[in-house]
């Protein structure tokens, strides 16, 4: 038999070769192309980018367009929401087609959010750029549905969640950037800016706002020059399927998406990793979105120097995935994160409780600890599934990114309603407790609850 992907006769047995890795049946590689997976990890920075930017628009915005705290914070409900209403759609078109499609759609997608941008500012409604936002997250959950679990799957298996925890290093890079981008071409040196506008008349600040929002274009303009780029780079660069082969004389019919959905829902590991997803991205962006107002509350400085902050933070996040995957080498991944979750639910309590600029390094200080949440809680679910529901399980982990669009919106409306930006990241700190209630359920349960298909398949 031919493979319609890559013209290449298909064996009775159970591998398939091309250039210079092998397939395996259940979709993992023997080894894994370097030059592939690299690339393959430059999609995360791009990601980040996008994602560390609404961090600047938030606060962009609530002065532009004097917004509250909850309603700054739906800048990550339109963004994380995209997500949620995606991913399913994203791994069906995984499933009809291959991870590289996926990607170039997704790549397509976020260059036309990106553009949506210029629209926005000339409209100069926090609607339309709310609308940029969540057309840029369609593309993105794409890219993250497929990335993610073709990650963990470009390679041998037993490397699955350390070759994704190296993917994801790369996410902070862009993150990182992001924040440059945004400190300087969107913040503007001098006071801050509910300083300006305190001193200007009501036409003066008219003026001066519809400046700043011209200022949000400028990062856009950058970005869509290197997503061009790198959909180029896809276009013409050969992947692998990853996907699971079998004989053609026996064939099993794909599950159907309520088969699959029917089935997750009585995996209770994977339910208990969904929750623990949803709390954990809903806590990171959480304390990310508030980092750079906290930074103004408490001290006298303007927008611009308040980012650097996040500059700081992502470097942290950064660090604390390398030392996380060293520690990982040695102790199980529970034992590493369970670790994690207790000092960082202390260090919050500390950005909570200490009214003065020490907290704002506590709120960077607590993203070391950040680092392997993602990765592990993903790969370690998608673990506890068997092979032939990869595709829409990983989907259904990408949803829970809906948590960014939840968990900021509730610290902000908190801080509305105490009167205290610091005090709301407690919902943060409570968050971080329970992901260490998660992983240490897991360190008790190991692998009792997961389901005996898989259980057989991985011991065989």
């Given at each position: ?8 006769n ?10 210079n ?29 996008a ?23 739906l ?16 791994s ?6 291959t ?5 170039l ?5 976020y ?12 409209n ?26 073709y990650?963990?799957m ?12 190296i993917?994801?290093?790369f ?8 924040i ?39 990062p ?7 997503l ?34 029917r ?31 906290l ?41 590493v994160?369970?670790a ?27 993203s ?17 599934v ?7 399980s ?9 948590g ?26 409570l ?16 692998k ?13």
């Amino acid at each position: 038999m031919t493979s319609p992907l890559y013209g290449f006769n298909l064996s009775e047995d159970i591998t398939v070769r091309k250039i210079n890795w092998i397939q395996q049946s259940n979709g993992y590689l023997d080894k894994t192309p370097i030059f592939q997976f690299i690339l393959l990890s430059c999609l995360f920075p791009l990601w980040g980018a996008a994602a560390a930017l609404n961090e600047i628009l938030i606060t962009q915005f609530k002065s532009v367009f004097e917004l509250t705290n909850f309603a700054s914070a739906l800048v990550q409900s339109a963004f994380y929401g995209g997500y949620f209403l995606i991913a399913i759609p994203a791994s069906l078109v995984i499933r009809k087609t291959t991870y590289k499609t996926a990607i170039l759609i997704g790549l397509g997608l976020y260059i036309a959010g990106c553009m949506l941008f210029f629209p926005a500012s000339s409209n100069a409604t926090y609607t339309m750029f709310l609308f940029a936002l969540f057309a840029i997250a369609t593309g993105l959950s794409f890219l993250e549905t497929a990335a993610n679990t073709y990650s963990s799957m470009i390679g041998h298996e037993k490397h699955a969640n350390l070759r994704l925890n190296i993917s994801q290093t790369f996410y902070p890079i862009g993150a990182i950037s992001g924040i440059l981008l945004g400190k300087y071409l969107i913040f503007q040196e001098g006071a801050s800016m509910e300083t300006i506008l305190a001193g200007m008349t009501a036409d003066q600040a008219h003026i001066f706002r519809l400046e700043a929002l011209q200022n949000t274009l400028e990062p856009y303009r950058y970005m869509i020059m290197v997503l061009l780029l790198v959909f180029g780079l896809f276009a013409i660069t050969r992947f692998p399927a990853c996907k699971i082969q079998s004989d053609s004389k026996v064939a099993e019919k794909a599950p159907s998406l309520i088969d699959t959905l029917r089935y997750l829902s009585g995996n209770s590991r994977f339910k208990r990793g969904i929750i623990a997803q949803f709390l954990y991205v809903g806590m990171q962006v959480a304390v990310w979105s508030f980092t750079i107002r906290l930074a103004l509350d408490l001290s006298d400085i303007n927008e611009r120097t308040a980012s650097n902050f996040m500059i700081y933070s992502f470097i942290c996040f950064f660090v604390g995935k390398f030392v996380a995957n060293f520690l990982m080498t040695r102790f199980s991944a529970a034992k590493v994160l369970i670790a994690y979750s207790v000092i960082g639910s202390l260090v919050l309590a500390y950005v909570c409780l200490v009214p003065n600029i020490t907290a704002v390094y506590a709120a960077v200080a607590v993203s070391i600890l950040f680092g392997p949440c993602w990765a592990t809680i993903y790969a370690e679910t998608l673990a506890t599934v068997e092979n032939k529901y990869t595709e829409v399980s990983g989907a259904v982990l990408v949803m829970s990114i809906v948590g960014a669009a939840v968990i900021p919106a509730i610290q902000g409306l908190v801080a509305d309603m105490i009167g205290s930006l610091q005090l709301s990241f407690f919902v943060s700190m409570l968050c971080f407790v329970y992901v260490g209630y998660y992983f240490l359920r897991e360190l008790k349960t190991g692998k009792q609850d997961t389901p005996v298909a898989f259980t057989q398949q991985a011991t065989a």
